[in-house]
């Protein structure tokens, strides 16, 4: 089954595709889904959006594209393997990296869930079976990988794991969601662990996390399977939690 990917609208900028903002994280910036571009469309087009291009063998998958460098980076899957495709702004497949198995079987709603996260030349994502890769995209090599799940004493949720990675300076978070290593800072060069956070002892849930200023404070936020928490982004120590009903 193909996945038909409508990769860019002229309904979204009025201004020349290289000279769009750099996105590299999911949901934008802060991870909002604000957008600081300018120029934008006021109105739809009576006739409905312009197609300026499109790809139909991407694979399938549930991720969202992430820009940089000048270059549309998005994940897919073909047969068990997940694939990062890099496309040129004017929709020209320049690579197809493999990563790694991802979610294939039918009844697991098969294909990557994570988009990928930009930084610099490296590219991370995290597969629906937990396995956590920092990519060079320039020489196509792994510098690294981690198992959420044997490495962090963490475990896999019904429809597979979900979450998208967020960077922070050298710091890259993420949720194994572990009764030890619930959530969790690596050091995004090399994947070493800087600190780990009990939180509540929560599974992951289908959530990424954010960065919040709140009172002086800055925090990582997430939402796990049972409580939403707050932590100390240099220490990882549990700042406050909220319950919430399945």
Same mark, same amino acid.
């Given at each position: 089954m193909k996945r038909i990917f409508f990769a860019l609208l002229a309904t979204l900028l009025l201004t020349e595709l290289s000279h769009a903002q750099i996105i590299n994280f999911w949901r934008g910036p802060d991870r909002d889904g604000k957008y600081p571009d300018k120029g934008l469309l006021t109105e739809w087009p009576e006739s409905g959006p312009t197609l300026k291009w499109s790809y139909e063998t991407l694979g399938k998958g549930f991720t969202s594209p992430s820009i940089a460098n000048n270059q549309l980076y998005i994940t897919g899957l073909?047969?068990?393997?997940?694939? *990062?495709?890099?496309?040129?702004?004017?929709?020209? $497949?320049?690579?197809? *990296? $493999?990563?790694? @198995?991802? *979610?294939?079987?039918? @009844?697991?709603?098969?294909?990557?869930?994570? @988009?990928?996260? *930009?930084?610099?030349?490296?590219?991370?994502v995290v597969s629906g079976f937990g396995k956590l890769y920092c990519i060079d995209t320039e020489n196509e090599k792994t510098i690294w990988t981690k198992d959420l799940f044997s490495d962090f004493d963490g475990s896999n949720i019904r429809f597979s794991f979900t979450e998208n990675i967020l960077i922070d300076g050298d710091k890259l978070f993420i949720s194994p969601g572990g009764k030890k290593n619930n959530i969790v800072a690596l050091n995004k060069k090399t994947g070493d662990l800087i600190w780990s956070s009990e939180g509540k002892g929560d599974l992951s849930a289908y959530c990424s996390p954010i960065l919040v200023n709140h009172n002086g404070k800055r925090m990582l936020i997430n939402m796990m399977g049972q409580n939403v928490v707050g932590l100390d982004v240099n220490s990882g120590n549990l700042l406050w939690s909220y319950p919430y009903a399945n």
């Open positions: 073909e047969g068990e393997n997940g694939y *990062i495709h890099l496309f040129s702004l004017d929709g020209q $497949l320049k690579k197809k *990296i $493999l990563y790694g @198995s991802d *979610i294939f079987a039918p @009844s697991g709603f098969p294909g990557p869930r994570s @988009s990928p996260t *930009i930084d610099g030349a490296y590219c991370y």
